[in-house]
C-alpha cells in the first residue's frame, strides 16, 4: 500500500505542530520518522493514521483520501501502534492480542481455528507464548508493548504505523521487533529517537524539526554531522561500527553563544 502525505499541517489554538509536510512511502517501504522531542513525530503519525485531523493537507492510501473511509474500513487497511497503551481490563495476553481480529469477523461470530491459529502465529513472532496466559496487569512495559504490536500484526493489513515501539523494550527484544518491522512485506512508518536502531532497519529516514521535513532520504545522507548539530544541537561524528552499520558518536552538546561551564 502507497502512503501519500501532501502539504500537511496540524496543531493546536495557537500553536502549529505539524508544518507543511510531504512525504510519499511506497509499497512496502519501512520509513523512520526521527527528530527531537517536541519535533511533531507523534502528532504527524497520528494525522497519517487517521486519528488527527490536518487543518490542511491530505493524507492519502492508493490515492483514497483517508477521511473516506469508515473507522472500519480504515482498521482492515492500517494497525496503528501507539507510543504507551493501557487498559484497566482482566485480559489475558492472548485475548488482547485476539483483538486484532475482531475487524474480521461479524459482531455475533467468536473466533474461529484460523483467528486462533493467526493469533499463536503473533504470540511467536513477538516471544510471547509463554505469557499467552498472563493477565494484562502484570506485565512489564516491554510485554505490554509486544503485546500490541502482536494484536496489530493479526489485523493483517497493508500498513503498519508504529509510534516509538521500542520504549520499555531491552536490546534484544528492540533489534527482534526492527528486524521484523523491516522484514514485513507490510507499507511501514515508524517513529524511533534511537537513531542507530533507525539508520539499522529503516529503507529511509524522514528528519523532523518544529514540525517541518529538514531532511528525508537514506541515513547516510539525513544522519550527517551538520544536520545533527542544527537539528538535536549536539556535535557528532558519523562512521561505521564492527558490523559496517552507520553508528553516531556524540561529543558534547552546542554550546550556546555566551553559555558559561
Same mark, same amino acid.
Given at each position: 500500500?502507497?502512503?501519500?502525505?501532501?502539504?500537511?499541517?496540524?496543531?493546536?489554538?495557537?500553536?502549529?505542530?505539524?508544518?507543511?509536510?510531504?512525504?510519499?512511502?511506497?509499497?512496502?517501504?519501512?520509513?523512520?520518522?526521527?527528530?527531537?522531542?517536541?519535533?511533531?513525530?507523534?502528532?504527524?503519525?497520528?494525522?497519517?493514521?487517521?486519528?488527527?485531523?490536518?487543518?490542511?493537507?491530505?493524507?492519502?492510501?492508493?490515492?483514497v483520501d483517508i477521511t473516506r473511509w469508515p473507522?472500519r474500513d480504515r482498521a482492515h487497511r492500517l494497525?496503528?501502534?501507539?507510543?504507551?497503551?493501557?487498559?484497566?481490563?482482566?485480559?489475558?495476553?492472548?485475548?488482547?492480542?485476539?483483538?486484532?481480529?475482531?475487524?474480521?469477523?461479524?459482531?455475533?461470530?467468536?473466533?474461529?481455528?484460523?483467528?486462533?491459529?493467526?493469533?499463536?502465529?503473533?504470540?511467536?513472532?513477538?516471544?510471547?507464548?509463554?505469557?499467552?496466559?498472563?493477565?494484562?496487569?502484570?506485565?512489564?512495559?516491554?510485554?505490554?508493548?509486544?503485546?500490541?504490536?502482536?494484536?496489530?500484526?493479526?489485523?493483517?493489513?497493508? $500498513?503498519? =504505523? +508504529?509510534? /516509538?515501539?521500542?520504549?520499555?523494550?531491552?536490546?534484544?527484544?528492540?533489534?527482534? &521487533?526492527?528486524? @521484523? !518491522?523491516?522484514?514485513?512485506?507490510?507499507?511501514?512508518?515508524?517513529?524511533?529517537?534511537?537513531?542507530?536502531?533507525?539508520?539499522?532497519?529503516?529503507?529511509?529516514?524522514?528528519?523532523?524539526?518544529?514540525?517541518?521535513?529538514?531532511?528525508?532520504?537514506?541515513?547516510?545522507?539525513?544522519?550527517? $554531522?551538520? =544536520? +545533527?548539530? /542544527?537539528?538535536?544541537?549536539?556535535?557528532?561524528?558519523?562512521?561505521?561500527?564492527? &558490523?559496517?552499520? @552507520? !553508528?553516531?558518536?556524540?561529543?558534547?552538546?552546542?554550546?550556546?553563544?555566551?553559555?558559561?561551564?
Open positions: 500500500m502507497r502512503i501519500d502525505v501532501e502539504g500537511l499541517s496540524w496543531g493546536v489554538p495557537g500553536k502549529t505542530i505539524v508544518r507543511d509536510v510531504s512525504l510519499a512511502v511506497a509499497p512496502g517501504e519501512t520509513v523512520g520518522l526521527i527528530g527531537p522531542n517536541g519535533s511533531g513525530k507523534s502528532s504527524l503519525l497520528r494525522c497519517i493514521a487517521g486519528l488527527r485531523t490536518p487543518t490542511a493537507g491530505h493524507v492519502r492510501y492508493d490515492d473507522a494497525a496503528f501502534v501507539e507510543q504507551t497503551a493501557d487498559t484497566e481490563s482482566d485480559l489475558r495476553v492472548a485475548e488482547v492480542v485476539m483483538l486484532g481480529r475482531t475487524v474480521h469477523r461479524s459482531r455475533w461470530r467468536g473466533p474461529d481455528a484460523a483467528d486462533h491459529e493467526i493469533v499463536g502465529e503473533a504470540l511467536t513472532r513477538l516471544d510471547l507464548t509463554g505469557l499467552a496466559d498472563r493477565p494484562w496487569k502484570q506485565l512489564s512495559g516491554g510485554e505490554r508493548q509486544r503485546t500490541h504490536l502482536a494484536r496489530a500484526l493479526t489485523q493483517r493489513t497493508s $500498513a503498519l =504505523l +508504529l509510534d /516509538e515501539p521500542t520504549n520499555h523494550l531491552d536490546v534484544r527484544h528492540q533489534l527482534e &521487533l526492527m528486524d @521484523l !518491522a523491516s522484514r514485513t512485506p507490510q507499507t511501514v512508518v515508524v517513529a524511533l529517537h534511537d537513531l542507530a536502531l533507525a539508520a539499522r532497519y529503516c529503507d529511509r529516514l524522514v528528519l523532523l524539526h518544529r514540525g517541518g521535513v529538514v531532511a528525508d532520504g537514506p541515513a547516510a545522507e539525513v544522519l550527517t $554531522a551538520p =544536520l +545533527l548539530r /542544527e537539528v538535536f544541537e549536539v556535535e557528532a561524528e558519523i562512521g561505521r561500527d564492527g &558490523l559496517g552499520h @552507520l !553508528a553516531v558518536g556524540y561529543r558534547e552538546p552546542v554550546r550556546q553563544e555566551g553559555a558559561t561551564k
